[in-house]
């Protein structure tokens, strides 16, 4: 078996000739791929089965030099991607009380939108603006989409869960 310097060496070497096939022929090969797209993903899967440890002994090896590179990425994927964050967060709080009715790719994708434009709305216009459910989910409310507002963060948080009032900017 050849050694893994040599391998790099000889994949350095071919690089170009590599990526110049790749886009040449990108037609043909995202058509193989979505023709055994089943066959590939069960290959990963077993793949990753059969070198678990090993994969996870490499990723954390890898976070623990890029320390710095991977705080500084995190960072700013987080200030990039606030409202899919805050989406995700309150989809994990309403799935935990068992009141979560957005299931639909769709309805996720809408939920995604309105946690975003509230993160822009606070961008653009120096208030800070929240996505309030109308009927609190401590109160037995869903986290529908027919339940969420975009409201000032200060008119949110003087509402807090008393109230099922819709804001009427």
Known sequence: MKSKEYRKAWYEGNKEKYKAY??????????????NKERTSAYSKMHYKANREKILAKKMAYRKV???????????????????????????????????????SEDKQMARWVYTMSSKLSEITDIKWEVDHIRPLSKGGTHSLDNLQIVPATWNRAKQNFNEERWNG
Do not use: F
């Not at 790749?22 to 023709?35: L, Q």
């Open 66 to 104: 890029n320390k710095e590179k991977r705080k500084t990425y995190m960072k700013s994927y987080n200030e990039a991607n606030r409202g899919k964050l805050n989406a995700y967060a309150k989809t994990y709080q309403a799935n935990k009380q068992k009141n979560n009715c957005i299931i639909s």
């Open 22 to 35: 790749y886009r040449a022929n990108i037609e043909k090969i995202e058509a193989y791929r979505e023709a």
